[in-house]
């Protein structure tokens, strides 16, 4: 009897697996004598189940004396798309970036293909709905543009909170913590509560703060909904006439700002925090779908750090609470123990891979313990890796061996979006946001391609720990078992048809 297509499958790749086992297991042996002696023991499963990780005392990255941190708006993001207030500055914009950016903006709003799975109107208002608390909380703050809705700079001290809305208000009593550890750990619970997947805590670091911060939107217009009754009057009080003239006296030249004075205290701790993305939702890219988990990431970028930046103030400390903008998040979440830096630009988290978002929250308080850098292999294995890159449309990911301190990509000689001098490698992200309008959604390949973005099945922490011991070759078969399990793989309706099967969900809860 003829054994059922599936199942078929399924033995191949088992067996598949098992033939790799067989190599894996080789190197296993001539690996044993690294291994402490108590995994030899009847501890061997718990030892081989914890993360090889290491911990730095400073930042794990070499940073070159030629690196200088670079304005907000010096990003493809900032000349996509606010190409038009940047040259009221007196920037000189990348015209063609302005074109696309108007391009992905219609086609994001407008644009499905009926009867085109992952990219007809089902999975678009799957995706509009994703990105609707980022859209109405934060505005901008995917394009780097912060202090706006409920990512709000105010820090409101002269005066007694009016109610439970007065959100901005800062207690007039700091708390007392016993320990900086208890600080810590009463921060990061109410950072899991909120909706965090991932928190770390660091010393603020200038070199990851954008240079200047830029704000087209008059701060007037910057807020949802009044705070309180004595807001809610000025704000009656200054329409008509005056709203226009309010609105207008935000003049280009005002536009540019420094964190500092701006927010008016100055911040010495960044909170870190990462929220995973949904992994069936992720395995669909790149469609609507993608674009949707993409934006689901924002949204609850914008609801975490407006919440820890409210408990912050509650504490008795200032808080700003910042997505995008104000700082770069990725050397941030490095420095705050999160993970490391990848071939493809992103952080690499243990527990996610790069299937996470991130936010932060600056503040004053700094009566706290501070995480240190970890890191766990990201960097050799992406040495060998190379999947990413391969799965790139738009071949800006690198193929490089190693590292480096300067853009080896094709718009090298003109990479005004890098921060120049950090040693690693070099996202051209020029070509990168080309892809994104050509596809009028949200790219994610280098993210659904990389074998540490799976759940954690047991052959993947198998592999993970044998490659811990002999990396070099481990690499290649644990990216060579990605193909044999099915995983890592780009444009598949068959994933867009396991995001919305219910067969193996539970939506009752029973």
């Known amino acids: 009897m003829k054994k059922p297509k599936k199942e078929k499958e399924a033995m191949l790749k088992r067996r598949d697996f098992l033939k790799l086992g067989g190599v894996t297991a080789a190197l296993g042996v001539a690996g044993m004598a690294t291994f402490p002696i108590k995994v030899k023991a009847n501890n061997s499963e718990k030892e081989a189940a914890k993360p090889n990780v290491k911990e730095f005392d400073d930042f794990p990255n070499e940073v070159s004396s030629e690196y200088k941190s670079i304005p907000s708006y010096s990003t493809v993001h900032g000349h996509a798309f606010f190409g038009r207030q940047l040259m009221a500055m007196g920037v000189t914009v990348d015209q063609e970036a302005l074109k696309q950016g108007d391009s992905f903006v219609h086609d994001n709003n407008y644009h499905y293909e009926k009867g085109k799975k992952g990219w007809d109107q089902k999975a678009k208002a799957v995706m509009a709905g994703a990105w609707a608390l980022s859209a109405t909380g934060s505005g901008p703050m995917p394009g780097a543009i912060g202090d706006f809705g409920l990512l709000s700079w105010d820090n409101n001290t002269d005066k007694p909170p009016l109610s439970l809305m007065d959100l901005n208000y800062v207690q007039k009593e700091k708390c007392e913590f016993e320990s900086k550890a208890e600080a810590s750990e009463v921060i990061k619970r109410a950072a899991r509560l909120y909706g965090a997947d991932l928190v770390g805590i660091t010393k603020r670091d200038p070199r990851w703060d954008y240079s200047e911060n830029f704000n087209y939107v008059p701060p007037i217009a910057r807020r949802i909904i009044p705070q309180g009754p004595e807001q809610l009057q000025t704000l009656m009080q200054v329409g008509g006439e005056n709203m226009k003239l309010a609105l207008e006296s935000h003049t280009p030249d005002k536009w540019r700002h420094d964190i500092d004075k701006t927010a008016g205290f100055k911040p010495k701790t960044v909170i870190v925090i990462a929220t995973e993305m949904d992994y069936e939702a992720m395995s669909c890219a790149t469609n609507e779908i993608t674009s949707g988990v993409v934006g689901e990431g924002y949204s609850r970028m914008t609801k975490v750090a407006h919440q820890v930046a409210v408990m912050i103030r509650g504490l008795g400390y200032k808080a700003i609470p910042c997505g995008n903008d104000t700082g770069m998040?990725?050397?941030?979440?490095?420095?705050?123990?999160?993970?490391?830096?990848?071939?493809?630009?992103?952080?690499?988290?243990?527990?996610?891979?790069?299937?996470?978002?991130?936010?932060?929250?600056?503040?004053?308080?700094?009566?706290?313990?501070?995480?240190?850098?970890?890191?766990?292999?990201?960097?050799?294995?992406?040495?060998?890796?190379?999947?990413?890159?391969?799965?790139?449309?738009?071949?800006?990911?690198?193929?490089?061996?190693?590292?480096?301190?300067?853009?080896?990509?094709?718009?090298?000689?003109?990479?005004?979006?890098?921060?120049?001098?950090?040693?690693?490698?070099?996202?051209?992200?020029?070509?990168?946001?080309?892809?994104?309008?050509?596809?009028?959604?949200?790219?994610?390949?280098?993210?659904?391609?990389c074998p540490y973005n799976k759940p954690d099945f047991w052959h993947h922490s198998l592999i993970n720990k044998i490659g811990a011991v002999v990396p070099g070759a481990a690499h290649g078969i644990m990216r060579e078992m990605d193909s044999v399990f099915g995983y890592g793989n780009v444009d598949d309706p068959k994933a867009v048809d396991r995001f919305f099967d219910s067969s193996n969900k539970s939506y009752d809860g029973f």
């Open 329 to 449: 998040s990725v050397p941030y979440a490095i420095a705050a123990g999160l993970g490391e830096g990848a071939r493809n630009s992103q952080l690499v988290t243990y527990k996610y891979g790069p299937r996470v978002r991130l936010c932060k929250v600056y503040t004053d308080l700094d009566f706290v313990e501070y995480d240190k850098p970890k890191s766990f292999g990201v960097e050799e294995f992406c040495k060998n890796c190379k999947l990413c890159a391969e799965a790139c449309p738009s071949k800006a990911i690198p193929f490089d061996k190693e590292p480096t301190f300067k853009p080896t990509h094709k718009h090298k000689d003109n990479a005004y979006f890098n921060a120049v001098g950090v040693k690693k490698w070099y996202l051209d992200a020029k070509s990168c946001f080309k892809q994104w309008a050509d596809a009028k959604v949200d790219c994610v390949n280098c993210i659904a391609s």
